[in-house]
Antibody, heavy 116, light 112 residues
Framework: EVQLVESGGDLVQPGGSLRLSCAAS????????MSWIRQAPGKGLEWVAH????????YYVDSVKGRFTISRDNAKNSLSLRMDSLRAEDTALYYC?????????WGQGALVTVSS | DIVLTQSPLSLPVTLGQPASISCKSS???????????LNWLQQRPGQSPRRLIY???VRASGVPDRFIGSGSGTDFTLEISRVEAEDAGVYYC?????????FGQGTKLEIK
């Protein structure tokens, strides 16, 4: 069974840091580009970051550039998102998703709440 | 960034009736290789999104044939030929022609 399982979501103060992880199983995630996509409470979807199969090509939405870092460990079939200088507007459910021209697989999401 | 504008944002539909959602792009979605990477996703209440359609009109594996994608250039449509109860949820278009990938605002389909 294909699974993507996110972890690491938490309540954090503005300016704080957090690291999200995504564990893939049931498929070879190193054959896919991988993405982080977020959804603020009651809102739509926003693509956040994307990394290619070997991990040497990365893209970010402008609002997180310089603050978020996407990375992957193909040996462990895992994806990470390091989030620094967090802001209230980063509050969202963060999904990891596997891409091959379409977002084939999605996790259940990790909730990040930025609040004092 | 490419802006995708969906309409309507709310769509009440009677069971068994057709439904149609429009997605208009701020610029052509034809990529340099001649393809048009316009996707549709469905998000049922309380669930993660799932793929429905990619490349404008190709149904993903397991998607019923009542879901039909069409369009070209900047104008795209998702049609459901006969709405069933399990179709309730929010539908998003997504473009991957250009970075950043962008989504439409979402259209909430509710069963009357």
């Amino acid at each position: 069974e294909v699974q993507l399982v996110e972890s690491g979501g938490d309540l954090v103060q503005p300016g704080g840091s957090l690291r999200l992880s995504c564990a893939a199983s049931g498929f070879s995630s190193n054959s896919f580009w991988m993405s982080w996509i977020r959804q603020a409470p009651g809102k739509g979807l926003e693509w956040v970051a994307h990394i290619n199969e070997p991990g040497n090509d990365k893209y970010y939405v402008d609002s997180v550039k310089g603050r978020f870092t996407i990375s992957r460990d193909n040996a462990k079939n895992s994806l990470s998102l390091r989030m620094d200088s967090l802001r209230a507007e980063d509050t969202a459910l963060y999904y990891c998703a596997a891409w091959s021209g379409v977002y084939n697989y999605w996790g259940q999401g990790a909730l990040v709440t930025v609040s004092s | 960034d490419i802006v995708l504008t969906q309409s309507p944002l709310s769509l009440p539909v009677t069971l068994g009736q057709p439904a149609s959602i429009s997605c208009k792009s701020s610029q052509s979605l034809v990529s340099s290789d001649g393809n048009t990477p316009l996707n549709w996703l469905q998000q049922r209440p309380g669930q993660s999104p799932r793929r429905l359609i990619y490349g404008v009109s190709v149904r993903a594996s397991g998607v019923p044939d009542r879901f039909i994608g069409s369009g070209s250039g900047t104008d795209f449509t998702l049609e459901i030929s006969r709405v069933e109860a399990e179709d309730a949820g929010v539908y998003y278009c997504l473009q991957s022609t250009q970075w950043p990938h962008t989504f439409g605002q979402g259209t909430k389909l509710e069963i009357k």
